[in-house]
């Protein structure tokens, strides 16, 4: 960790603002982003996304420690991208098109707050439940 990193990487949240890019996703959604996935590399176009090439920065260190990377994470070190955490007003979800799961109506929020870490790292393909 390093002074001013923000933690929290089980977080759900409603989305106040979306990118140009970003088509699946409108303001108003409540979304559990985790896995940082770019949606195009080899293990994205295959599902993977927690294995996605693209959007771990310090790649080159996390495969030095655990002999691969893992995709970015939000508020898991600077080994995996130091992004910042949920632990804050607002949070930017990069590749918001590919990562975050939307919540489907009818859920509340105790209900699926979890699935942030207990689902997003995992290889199930994102908004499939949807
Ligand atoms: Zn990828």
């Excluded at 985790?34 to 949606?39: D, E, K, L, P, V």
């Excluded at 949920?86 to 590749?95: K, L």
């Excluded at 870490?117 to 290889?123: E, K, M, S, V």
Aim: net charge neutral; proline share 7%.
């Amino acid at each position: 960790m390093q002074s001013g990193d923000v933690l929290g990487h089980e977080t759900m949240g409603e989305v106040v603002e979306v990118g140009s890019q970003t088509k699946n996703l409108k303001v108003g959604d409540r979304v559990v982003p985790f896995t940082i996935a770019c949606g195009e590399c080899f293990f994205c176009k295959r599902g993977f996304h927690s294995g996605c090439e693209r959007t771990n920065p310090d790649r080159e260190k996390a495969a030095k420690l655990w002999g691969n990377s893992p995709a970015g994470l939000f508020a898991y070190s600077h080994l995996l991208g130091g992004y910042a955490g949920g632990q804050a007003e607002y949070r930017r979800v990069p590749h918001a098109d590919v990562g975050p799961l939307k919540v489907p109506n009818g859920l509340t929020d105790e209900q699926v707050l979890f699935l942030s870490d207990i689902f997003r790292p995992a290889t199930w393909p994102p908004n499939s439940a949807t």
